[in-house]
């Protein structure tokens, strides 16, 4: 059975090197153009031989959530981390960010791109023991214009709140109680409203494949 993992927003494959090296069969989809899309054509390619498991962090786990509810029948299981069912606030939903801080983001990118990504890692791997590396890893990979702003337009649209209780796929969520980019309260309403769900919260951030890839590796083990 395949493993697969789907990435977050301005993210790429070397993050996961370590899960992908401890989990068997397991494999990190593109994200070239950081939109629904791309994650849906991976996921039905691979879906072909039969149900997958799949890893969603952060966008990713936007991504999973949408995707195994149009596919029930081709996900065995769900382990998300970083996650939310929706990034904006809306009515009567508080715990996201403001719409109008994606828009100035996606101005900003067009004018001041290296700082605006540099600003966004810092917070998104705050409690990663190595993030100066990985930052500026990342910072010197092309990621495109067009790419960042299909993934904040992903991030600015996607709402699935009201589609959570139709899941009955089995969902592991692990959540950093100090997460400030998805907050652990949007994991404890994935947690409360699909039924075949358990939530674990771990002291830390947003990476929690980042932070304790050891424990990750382990728990994603056991559950698949």
Same mark, same amino acid.
């Given at each position: 059975?395949?493993?697969?993992?789907?990435?977050?927003?301005?993210?790429?494959?070397?993050?996961?090197?370590?899960?992908?090296?401890?989990?068997?069969?397991?494999?990190?989809?593109?994200?070239?153009?950081?939109?629904?899309?791309?994650?849906?054509?991976?996921?039905?390619?691979?879906?072909?031989?039969?149900?997958?498991?799949?890893?969603?962090?952060?966008?990713?786990?936007?991504?999973?959530?949408?995707?195994?509810?149009?596919?029930?029948?081709?996900?065995?299981?769900?382990?998300?981390?970083?996650?939310?069912?929706?990034?904006?606030?809306?009515?009567?939903?508080?715990?996201?960010?403001?719409?109008?801080?994606?828009?100035?983001?996606?101005?900003?990118?067009?004018?001041?791109?290296?700082?605006?990504?540099?600003?966004?890692?810092?917070?998104?791997?705050?409690?990663?023991?190595?993030?100066?590396?990985?930052?500026?890893?990342?910072?010197?990979?092309?990621i495109s214009d067009q790419s960042l702003e299909n993934g904040l337009?992903?991030?600015?649209?996607?709402?699935?709140?009201?589609?959570?209780?139709?899941?009955?796929?089995?969902?592991?969520?692990?959540?950093?109680?100090?997460?400030?980019?998805?907050?652990?309260?949007?994991?404890?309403?994935?947690?409360?409203?699909?039924?075949?769900?358990?939530?674990?919260?771990?002291?830390?951030?947003?990476?929690?494949?980042? /932070?304790?890839?050891? /424990?990750?590796?382990?728990?994603?083990?056991?559950?698949?």
């Amino acid at each position: 059975m395949k493993n697969i993992i789907i990435q977050g927003f301005a993210s790429n494959e070397s993050l996961f090197e370590k899960i992908k090296n401890g989990v068997s069969d397991c494999i990190v989809l593109k994200n070239e153009l950081s939109s629904y899309k791309e994650a849906k054509y991976g996921l039905d390619y691979y879906s072909t031989e039969g149900k997958i498991n799949i890893f969603g962090w952060s966008l990713g786990s936007l991504f999973a959530l949408k995707w195994t509810l149009e596919n029930p029948s081709k996900v065995n299981s769900l382990f998300l981390t970083g996650a939310t069912a929706r990034f904006t606030q809306t009515n009567g939903y508080e715990n996201g960010i403001l719409l109008d801080n994606l828009s100035r983001m996606k101005k900003m990118i067009k004018i001041r791109k290296k700082q605006v990504l540099t600003d966004f890692y810092k917070n998104i791997f705050e409690f990663v023991e190595n993030k100066d590396q990985i930052i500026s890893s990342l910072l010197e990979t092309a990621i495109s214009d067009q790419s960042l702003e299909n993934g904040l337009n992903e991030l600015a649209e996607i709402d699935l709140l009201k589609r959570l209780p139709e899941m009955e796929v089995k969902t592991a969520i692990f959540q950093g109680d100090k997460d400030n980019t998805t907050p652990l309260y949007g994991a404890e309403i994935i947690r409360n409203n699909v039924k075949n769900s358990a939530l674990s919260v771990y002291n830390g951030g947003h990476c929690y494949f980042l /932070e304790y890839p050891e /424990e990750c590796i382990e728990n994603w083990r056991d559950f698949i």
